[in-house]
């Protein structure tokens, strides 16, 4: 029997919770090794224990949906291409918050269907917050309150624009990317590239500039979410992400914005896309 995307959204938003609860339990005792991939980035023990139970439950409760994993890898787009729907899965966004000690790490889970993300989850374990999203349904934040529809912050053409920016980022390089000459902006810094997303779809700030590189697990959750609260992600050419279209999983630098009343065009200096 084919699940619909409710029960599907249920899924994910519990196998995201139980992966929280394990990832918390490295985090809180510290009790976990870390190295570093051959792409520089770092990997945690954390990291695949959160993957193993990402795996093992959604293969016990969509055993008939395939995974992709950024700590498993993927077949071949010959075999991948084939497919209607899978999901795509970061088991920690933000390792190197989380041995940093800030917090801002989360979960996340995608269902990719025809090629676009159409489910998002995005469990925030130490912060104790996740955030959803599903075609038709909306983009929602959940915590200790209980859950409420987020959606993209208003503007009125006078205030300035808030950027989310990383922790570490020099705001002096954002000069680069921004029409500071015409426009005015403030700075919202946060750890973990989906919940800076997240920043954008609650409408706390307003747009992010990734420059470097990502995987297709880094923004898959988070653009669902985006999507259903009015914004977008579009890469630095102002063209849409793909998943699931070539042979490799890197994205392109990219922007996620919030409501499309900014002129963005005006605002981003053109530039061009890195593509892998």
């Keep these: 029997m084919t699940m619909n995307n409710e029960t599907l959204l249920a899924i994910a938003i519990e196998s995201a919770k139980k992966a929280g609860i394990e990832v918390a339990k490295h985090y809180k005792t510290g009790d976990y090794t870390s190295e570093m991939k051959e792409d520089n980035s770092p990997v945690t023990s954390a990291d695949l224990a959160s993957n193993d139970v990402l795996m093992q ?17 993927a077949l071949p787009l010959a075999e991948r291409k084939k497919w209607s729907r899978y999901w795509l899965l970061d088991p920690i966004d933000g390792t190197g918050e989380f041995i940093m000690g800030s917090g801002d790490f989360a979960v996340n889970i995608a269902l990719v269907e025809n090629g676009w993300p159409s489910i998002g989850v995005i469990h925030a374990p130490d912060h104790q917050l ?8 909306g983009a929602f934040k959940e915590n200790d309150r209980g859950s409420q529809q987020i959606h993209v912050a208003e503007y009125d ?12 980022q020099e705001v ?13 902006f403030e700075y919202v810094s946060l750890g ?12 706390a700030a307003d ?31 102002f063209l849409p992400l793909t998943y699931n279209q070539r042979e490799g999983l890197m994205n392109p630098d990219f922007m996620t914005l919030g409501t499309s009343k900014i002129p963005w065009k005006s605002i981003v200096k053109p530039h061009r896309a890195r593509r892998s």
């Excluded at 053409?157 to 570490?168: C, F, L």
């Excluded at 979410?225 to 630095?236: P, T």
Aim: net charge negative; glycine share 10%.
């Design 57 to 73: 439950e959604l293969s016990r409760l969509t055993p008939d949906i395939p995974v992709i994993s950024e700590e498993v890898g």
């Design 130 to 137: 996740t955030y959803y999203g599903q075609n038709n349904l």
């Design 157 to 168: 053409g006078i205030r300035k624009i808030k950027v989310a920016i990383s922790r570490r």
């Design 172 to 184: 002096s390089l954002m000069g680069q990317y921004l029409n500071t000459d015409d426009f005015s």
């Design 192 to 203: 973990s590239c989906s919940l800076k997303n997240c920043l954008i779809a609650e409408g």
């Design 207 to 237: 747009c992010y500039l990734r420059i470097g590189p990502t995987g297709e697990w880094d923004t898959g959750a988070s653009h669902s979410i985006i999507e259903q609260a009015g914004g977008s992600i579009i890469d630095s050419e």
